[in-house]
């Protein structure tokens, strides 16, 4: 029989200090793939293990990435703030995150084409923005992200396979930017899929969104994109 380990993994960056959770089960069976988690703008809460619980299978590990280190935000007045802050330079996001997943890649047997970065709202827009950096990963997957990009046209360098799941009534990400993401995504020679779920808002998959007009919650929605997540990262 197994069970659920968490163990954190902490890291020191420009002076600041992060604090990653890797979640797996107690088997015997060695590591053959990690699924690296970036949670929504208010980062890693009690909550966040136990949606990491749901992508972890014989195999399979789950990094919980933390992007905000010692900055905790407290609300959400805070968290778009720091999030934000965050995403202003891609290239130091890229490097931060880069350092955390190679640190946990040195106890693994295997390398980043068997990585898959799995993001949650803003955390959906900094898997993109992983992805734009040019990692060579196996798979990068976002669900109800901002498509749009803090890089420049030319720095843009896709190497990995991409899904992203959109609400197609989500206000925070206007058909403009889905059309935009389009466009980007069909200048390089990867395989890439844009699922639009009819009539479902920003936020979808959390059970604690609701915000008239803007983010709710939808069961159905969590259900068929998580299946279909589990299945772009196999």
């Avoid at 990435?65 to 007045?77: A, C, E």
């Avoid at 890229?94 to 640190?103: K, M, N, V």
């Avoid at 936020?203 to 299945?231: I, K, L």
């Amino acid at each position: 029989m197994t069970s659920i380990e968490t163990t954190l993994q902490s890291q020191t960056f420009q002076g600041r200090n992060f604090r990653h959770t890797l979640v797996r089960k107690t088997s015997s069976e060695a590591a053959d793939s990690l699924i690296v988690l970036v949670p929504n703008f208010m980062g890693i809460v009690p909550a966040t293990p136990e949606l990491a619980r749901e992508f972890v299978r014989p195999g399979t590990e789950v990094l919980i990435l933390d992007v905000f280190g010692d900055r905790r935000p407290s609300n959400h007045q805070e968290a778009a703030a720091l999030s934000e802050s965050v995403r202003s330079d891609p290239r130091v996001l890229t490097e931060q995150s880069r350092q955390a997943i190679e640190a946990c890649l040195a106890q693994q047997r295997f390398g980043l084409d068997r990585v898959s970065l799995l993001g949650f709202c803003f955390g959906g827009a900094v898997a993109l923005e992983l992805a734009r950096s040019g990692l060579p990963l196996h798979a990068v997957v976002a669900l109800h992200a901002d498509l749009g990009t803090k890089w420049s046209a030319d720095q843009i360098q896709h190497n990995s396979r991409v899904l992203t799941i959109q609400g197609s009534a989500d206000p925070l990400v206007p058909i403009a930017q889905v059309q935009s993401f389009h466009q980007e995504m069909s200048r390089f020679p990867v395989e890439w899929r844009l699922t639009l779920l009819g009539g479902l808002l920003h936020a979808f998959t959390d059970p604690e969104a609701n915000v008239p007009g803007v983010a709710r919650y939808d069961a159905a929605g969590r259900q068929h994109s998580f299946e279909q997540a589990r299945a772009f990262m196999a």
